[in-house]
C-alpha cells in the first residue's frame, strides 16, 4: 500500500488519518495552510487599500492592519512551522467571531421576518438612500428592498460558514499537533525509532 507523504519541519510524516476533512479529501494540516494564506492575503489587500486611500491620515484603521498584520503573521507561523500554542490565538478571536456571526444572523432573521425594521431602515437612514441612487436604485421599491437585503443575508451565512469551517480546520490541526505520537517515517529524522511503513511490510523477503 502506498504511503502519503507530506512535508514537515520535523520530516516527512505520514498524516494522521484521524484528521482528515471532507470524507478524506484532504487533510486539516493542509486546509489549515490554505486558509491561513488566504487570511494573509486579505490582510495584505486591505493593507495596501488603506495605504493607498488615505495613506496613515487614518490613524485607527493603520492601526488595525498593524494588528491584523500580527494576527496573520502569527497563524501562519504557528501552521508552517507546526506550533500549536501560536494557533490558540486564533482559536479565542475567530471563535468569539464565529459566534458573533451566528447571533447577528439569528438576529437580522428575527429583525427582518417579525418587525418593520428593514422597511424603516431603508426610508430612514440617509446614507443607504444615497448608495441607492448612486447605484439608479429606488430605496423605496420592495422588490429591490427584499432583493437587497437577501444578498447582504447570503453574504453574511456564507461568511459565518467560511468562518466556522476554518475555526474547525485549524481546531483540528491544533490537535494535530498536539499528539505526541505522530508516526515518522523510517529514516527521515536521526534519533526517531519508527516501526517500518506498510511499504516495507508488504514487500517479500528475499529466499
Not at 438612500?129 to 423605496?140: A, S
Not at 491544533?174 to 525509532?193: F, H, N, S, W
Not at 519508527?194 to 508488504?202: L, Q, R
Given at each position: 500500500m502506498?504511503?502519503?507523504?507530506?512535508?514537515?519541519?520535523?520530516?516527512?510524516i505520514?498524516?494522521?488519518?484521524?484528521?482528515?476533512?471532507?470524507?478524506?479529501?484532504?487533510?486539516?494540516?493542509?486546509?489549515?495552510?490554505?486558509?491561513?494564506?488566504?487570511?494573509?492575503?486579505?490582510?495584505?489587500?486591505?493593507?495596501?487599500?488603506?495605504?493607498?486611500?488615505?495613506?496613515?491620515?487614518?490613524?485607527?484603521?493603520?492601526?488595525?492592519?498593524?494588528?491584523?498584520?500580527?494576527?496573520?503573521?502569527?497563524?501562519?507561523?504557528?501552521?508552517?512551522?507546526?506550533?500549536?500554542?501560536?494557533?490558540?490565538?486564533?482559536?479565542?478571536?475567530?471563535?468569539?467571531?464565529?459566534?458573533?456571526?451566528?447571533?447577528?444572523?439569528?438576529?437580522?432573521?428575527?429583525?427582518?421576518?417579525?418587525?418593520?425594521?428593514?422597511?424603516?431602515?431603508?426610508?430612514?437612514?440617509?446614507?443607504l438612500?444615497?448608495?441607492?441612487?448612486?447605484?439608479?436604485?429606488?430605496?423605496?421599491d420592495?422588490?429591490?428592498?427584499?432583493?437587497?437585503?437577501?444578498?447582504?443575508?447570503?453574504?453574511?451565512?456564507?461568511?459565518?460558514?467560511l468562518?466556522l469551517?476554518?475555526?474547525?480546520?485549524?481546531?483540528?490541526?491544533?490537535?494535530?499537533?498536539?499528539?505526541?505520537?505522530?508516526?515518522?517515517?523510517?529514516?527521515?529524522?536521526?534519533?526517531?525509532?519508527?516501526?517500518?511503513?506498510?511499504?516495507?511490510?508488504?514487500?517479500?523477503?528475499?529466499?
Open positions: 502506498t504511503v502519503i507523504r507530506s512535508y514537515s519541519p520535523n520530516g516527512l505520514r498524516p494522521d488519518p484521524d484528521y482528515q476533512l471532507c470524507c478524506g479529501l484532504f487533510h486539516a494540516t493542509t486546509a489549515a495552510k490554505f486558509f491561513s494564506i488566504v487570511l494573509f492575503g486579505i490582510c495584505l489587500t486591505v493593507s495596501a487599500l488603506n495605504f493607498a486611500l488615505f495613506g496613515f491620515d487614518k490613524l485607527w484603521i493603520s492601526t488595525f492592519c498593524m494588528f491584523y498584520t500580527i494576527y496573520c503573521s502569527v497563524l501562519i507561523y504557528g501552521v508552517f512551522l507546526e506550533r500549536a500554542v501560536y494557533l490558540v490565538p486564533f482559536l479565542f478571536i475567530h471563535g468569539v467571531l464565529t459566534i458573533f456571526l451566528m447571533f447577528f444572523i439569528i438576529t437580522l432573521c428575527i429583525f427582518g421576518s417579525a418587525t418593520n425594521g428593514i422597511i424603516t431602515h431603508h426610508s430612514e437612514n440617509v446614507h438612500r444615497d448608495l441607492y441612487q448612486m447605484n439608479q436604485l429606488n430605496p423605496d420592495d422588490t429591490t428592498q427584499a432583493i437587497v437585503s437577501g444578498i447582504a443575508l447570503i453574504i453574511v451565512v456564507f461568511s459565518f460558514i468562518s469551517y476554518s475555526w474547525y480546520a485549524i481546531s483540528q490541526t491544533y490537535q494535530c499537533y498536539k499528539r505526541a505520537d505522530r508516526t515518522m517515517l523510517p529514516g527521515d529524522q536521526e534519533g526517531i525509532v519508527a516501526e517500518n511503513s506498510d511499504d516495507e511490510s508488504d514487500e517479500k523477503p528475499n529466499v
